[in-house]
């Protein structure tokens, strides 16, 4: 009884600590907005407004200067999302991962209409989880796999499942250009990046929100790769809120 009281207590303290950081971030994230935007607002106005008064090198530091307000405003928005996950609770509704995946392929289709991708796409299960959320756990790993072989003449991503222990596992698959895996830890934390900016780019939040919205649906996600050779990507889907696809 005494180790089960401890357990106990020791989870409400975690629940509370967690929540207390999700609303820290979400109240720092937030009060920052209104500075960035009034920095980004000035320096835009000076460009606009003074520039037969400035210099070339004036003009390139304002520009810096709007670069950077937007960059860190893109980040603010990230910490927010990532903030709100947590206060949200998912509003499961049966969903038919054939037609998100497709619907997600097909916006990205939109924006790398010059590539030439391979697309091989297995029979998907229905599975009852947030919509929204579900389409964003998507959107990540595919848009990641489209960004990390364009570097091949021949892009490859394939996305199916396979049943392990009673659990659906959902994979996506890349022949890009993979990464060493004793940096793999890092991969899921916020603000983590694996490769150069200059290479490809990103703010290294997305897999951060993939875990989490998958540990919200009692999921989790982990990966595989290799230098050059690619990577695979893994969600767990509760095999109790699965349902075969419509033929």
Known sequence: MQISSWVQQRTAALEASNSEMEAFTYSVAHDLRAPLRQINGFSKILLEELSDKLDATAKRYLSLVREGTTKMDHLVNDLLGLARLGRQEPHRQPTDLNVTVQQVVKDLGLDFAEREIEWKIGLLPVVEYDLGLMKQVLVNPLSNAVKFTRTRAQAAIAIGTRNENGECILFVKDNGVGFDMKYASKLFGVFQRLHRPQDFEG???????????????????????????????????????????PE
């Open 203 to 245: 703010r290294g939040v997305g897999l951060a929100t993939v875990r989490r919205i998958l540990q919200k649906h009692g999921g989790r996600v982990w990966v595989e790769a290799e230098p050059d050779k690619g990577a695979v990507f893994y969600f767990t889907l509760a095999a109790p809120e699965l349902t075969a696809a």
